[in-house]
């Protein structure tokens, strides 16, 4: 097929002096023999981590002033208020399309269990291209899910990463809860602090909702707000209590502001975007023994800082990475079913990429931000 298609890459927006958003053409691939190419449909508006060597040449989106030149950053993190998206996990890193199946390979078996037409999703595994192209192909279709038909695309691309990501650091706290309510007894209760409501806190929260309900009345969930939402969520979340971190108020402040609304220090803290003072924030309120979860790239970035002080705490800082195929294929499911019912999102047209990642930037959506290549459902 002597073609071509639209890429569109979107990178990390902290790195100042230059645009993050590129939109190109490239040829569209061939169908791998043993694979099949997707054409997709949506995707979540993720960015990828590391700017790839291939995009130095690239015309951006906005010829106008980069969306980073208006953020100081700290590290990866920008640490300028205005500009907390990143810190409250509306935007972070990922790879989250969902689209149809446009043809398989010459040595696909006719008792496939997919067929041409399915609507499936994809699971981000290494190799997958830097940026979102609307014919992409997969090599191994055990990588791609079929989601059922009750489920939208816009829905199902919100999966792969954001909702993935969150369901493996609930499972992950889940396991430390475990342990601690077993040791402590049977009228133990344990508390959890979740920081920020951006897309992957709010995916995090109904997936926690879902896998503790068994033990509901033993573990209390607060939630920090990084904005003025505190009323929005406490009305969505009513088991959950809310603490606005106000950034205008002494840390001192802030720490025993959270340890009232938490009634003591914590055992647990989920916190996917944090800056160094948020960390040092939370491991204030964290109990001896108590952990905090953070996103792998948050760990790398600091815990060469702060496992010293974690090791003196008694505390520790696990870093998270992204599920398993088969937790992708329950997740799936178990949204389908309406089980675990996903955040609010908002669907735009691809070309509106820039706008949607300022707005990511300043969390000024709700919810999840997809990306609409072609009109889908």
Not at 29 to 53: E, L, Q, T, W
Not at 69 to 89: I, K, Q, T
Not at 91 to 96: A, D, H, N, Q, S
Not at 324 to 340: D, F, K, N, Y
């Amino acid at each position: 097929m002597n073609k071509l298609c639209r890429q569109l890459s979107i990178e990390s927006p902290s790195v100042t002096g230059r645009d993050c958003v590129f939109s190109f053409d490239v040829p569209v691939p061939d169908v791998p023999a043993h694979g099949a190419r997707i054409r997709v449909m949506c995707a979540g508006a993720c960015y990828h981590p590391r700017r790839s060597s291939s995009l130095t040449s690239l015309t951006s989106v906005s010829s106008g002033s980069s969306l980073a030149a208006d953020m100081s950053v700290e590290s990866d993190y920008p640490v300028s208020l205005p500009h907390h998206g990143m810190r409250d996990a509306a935007l972070f890193p990922g790879y989250e399309v969902a689209g149809v199946i446009e043809s398989f390979g010459t040595d696909v078996p006719e008792d496939c269990e997919l067929a041409v037409g399915d609507r499936v999703v994809l699971y981000p595994y290494d190799g997958i291209p830097n940026g979102y192209v609307e014919y992409l192909v997969v090599h191994d279709l055990k990588y791609l899910i079929k989601i059922p038909d009750s489920m939208s695309l816009s829905v199902a691309a919100m999966l792969p990463a954001g909702a993935l990501l969150a369901m493996n650091t609930v499972f992950a706290a889940h396991e430390h809860v475990q342990a601690l309510l077993k040791e402590r007894g049977e009228k133990s209760v344990c508390k959890i602090l979740v920081v920020g409501t951006g897309g992957l806190a709010l995916w995090a929260l109904r997936i926690a909702s879902y896998h503790f309900s068994n033990m509901r009345d033993r573990v209390t969930t607060t939630i920090a707000t990084l904005k003025d939402d505190g009323l929005l969520i406490a009305q969505e979340f009513q088991r959950v209590s809310v603490v606005q971190w106000n950034e205008d108020l002494y840390e001192k402040q802030l720490i025993e502001r959270t340890m009232d609304a938490c009634g003591g220090q914590v055992d647990v803290v989920i916190d996917f975007g944090t800056t160094s003072r948020n960390l040092h924030r939370s491991m204030q309120c964290l109990s001896k023994g108590g952990v905090v979860f953070v996103i792998k790239e948050v760990a790398d970035r600091l815990l060469p800082k702060f496992s010293r002080r974690a090791e003196e705490r008694q505390q520790s800082i696990k870093p998270v990475e992204l599920g398993t195929l088969e937790q992708l294929r329950e997740l799936v499911q178990l949204v389908a079913s309406g089980e675990i019912e996903p955040p609010p999102h908002t669907v735009y047209p691809a070309e509106e990429a820039f706008d949607v990642v300022q707005k990511l930037c300043l969390s000024e959506i709700q919810g999840r931000a997809i990306l609409r290549f072609y009109p889908a459902d």
